[in-house]
């Protein structure tokens, strides 16, 4: 038995070919148990989105499960038969685990480092689940990669991207009206992202103009910054006025449309306004879009990306970063495939370590004077440390266990002191961080 995977991309194939196999998660309900059905498939899990059509199965090893998984996409979407042989990749083994874990991180993303991906392919795990088609194999797989995905980016700062949302709307605004000193610049919302914008436009020089659902929240933030703080219901009044203006709130539904904003333009005489909406729903109503260019220049998040806006300083670091922690959660995850029949008592010591690694991060973290960098270079060096004081029994114990040599593995429960617990099976070998998480991750 081994993993298998079969995959198109972006990366392999043109977007009109995805179209033609992209799978709704209502189309599985009653595909997914006939592909369980194919003589040599135990387990499958498809992951369909706008830029892939992925799945992963346990099988056994040969082509006879490979054509059994092409047959199944094939006639599921009614191509051509034979149509997935030449634009499909088939991973197996090894290179599953490692295509899996960059994917759960969105490295390998359309857009490099978007989060989204994570919740796809939890979505995808859960539905599998739901349908009875994950076993032990893919479970340990999918909820370590999400893990894996999960710290890559909270490791790294990726997870705090939104962060750079509001200096790119300044980036926007100076490429569009040019340095912001003497600007007038309206900020909508009083968020996290709100106020970031503030501070922002404040030290690049503009005069910041505030308005929230909340007067006295309005005013407290106009206050930190020396602005002004104006109502939400003069919405128009002030865009009239300001040169500029970025929302950020968290509504529900768009605070302005089209005929609100040409009004606040036709009092403008001619004078360019930029409305840069960092909203998720947009603030901003899409039919805004048509105003765009007559003197209006409005930017959404899908905008900022594209011009080139949303690529701070440091990104590609980031990102190197989250490749480097992708590939190290995705070379254990290998070796924890390779260690099953050492399983137990392998997964136990490995379990004792990651205790005594977050013990001692834990300890670590309260030392004064460390900033967040220094925080981090500690816990890597605990955790690489511990790694390495148990990599050689474990891999002694692996080996043991290949030659069916028992009484050494007892030695190694009698030395480590797990005599008498209950030694946690290979799906656990991550300890119960991870094991909370992973279920965290699967029921949100």
Aim: proline residues 5%.
């Amino acid at each position: 038995m081994a993993l298998l995977a079969l995959t198109l991309s972006h990366r392999s194939v043109p977007l009109e070919d995805l179209e033609r196999v992209t799978i709704e998660p209502h189309e599985l309900v009653e595909a997914l148990p006939c592909l369980l059905r194919a003589p040599d498939v135990r387990e499958a899990i498809v992951l369909s989105t706008c830029n892939r059509v992925e799945i992963y199965a346990w099988a056994r090893e040969g082509e006879a499960a490979v054509e059994q998984i092409r047959l199944f996409l094939e006639d599921l979407k009614g191509v051509e038969p034979g149509w997935t042989r030449s634009r499909a990749r088939v991973l197996r083994g090894d290179e599953v685990i490692r295509h899996l874990f960059t994917v759960a991180a969105g490295l390998d993303s359309m857009v490099v480092g978007e989060s989204e991906i994570q919740g796809q392919v939890r979505d995808a795990y859960k539905l599998a689940a739901d349908l009875g088609a994950v076993g032990p194999h893919l479970h340990g797989l999918f909820r370590w990669a999400l893990e894996a995905g999960k710290r890559a980016r909270s490791a790294t700062g990726l997870s705090r991207a939104h962060e750079s949302f509001p200096r790119a709307a300044v980036r926007a605004i100076e490429t569009t009206l040019g340095p912001a000193r003497g600007l007038e610049a309206l900020v909508v919302g009083n968020g996290r992202m709100a106020r970031t914008s503030a501070r922002a436009l404040a030290r690049s020089g503009a005069r910041v103009w505030v308005a929230a659902r909340r007067p006295e929240a309005a005013s407290e933030l106009a206050a930190s910054v020396d602005g002004i703080a104006v109502p939400l219901t003069a919405l128009e009044d002030v865009l009239a006025q300001v040169d500029a203006a970025v929302f950020a709130t968290s509504a529900p539904e768009p605070l302005i449309g089209a005929e609100g904003l040409r009004r606040a333009l036709r009092s403008r005489r001619g004078r360019p306004l930029v409305v840069v909406d960092l909203g998720l729903p947009r603030n901003v109503h899409h039919d805004t879009a048509e105003l765009d260019g007559g003197g209006l220049a409005l930017f959404d998040l899908e905008r900022l990306d594209r011009a080139g806006f949303t690529v701070p300083g440091g990104r590609e670091a980031q990102l190197d970063a989250a490749a480097e922690v992708v590939r190290d959660e995705a070379e254990r995850c290998i070796a924890w495939f390779r260690s099953k029949p050492a399983g137990p008592v392998v997964a136990a010591i490995q379990a004792q370590a990651e205790r005594i690694a977050e013990a001692e991060v834990r300890a670590a973290a309260r030392i004064p004077g460390l900033d967040e960098r220094q925080r981090a270079a500690v816990e890597r060096a605990i955790r690489r440390t511990v790694r390495k004081l148990v990599h050689t029994p474990t891999v002694r114990a692996k080996e043991a266990s290949a030659r069916g040599d028992e009484a050494l593995l007892q030695a190694a429960r009698w030395l480590f002191g797990l005599d008498g617990l209950e030694v946690p099976s290979a799906a656990e070998a991550r300890g119960t961080d991870v094991e909370r998480s992973a279920n965290a991750e699967v029921v949100r």
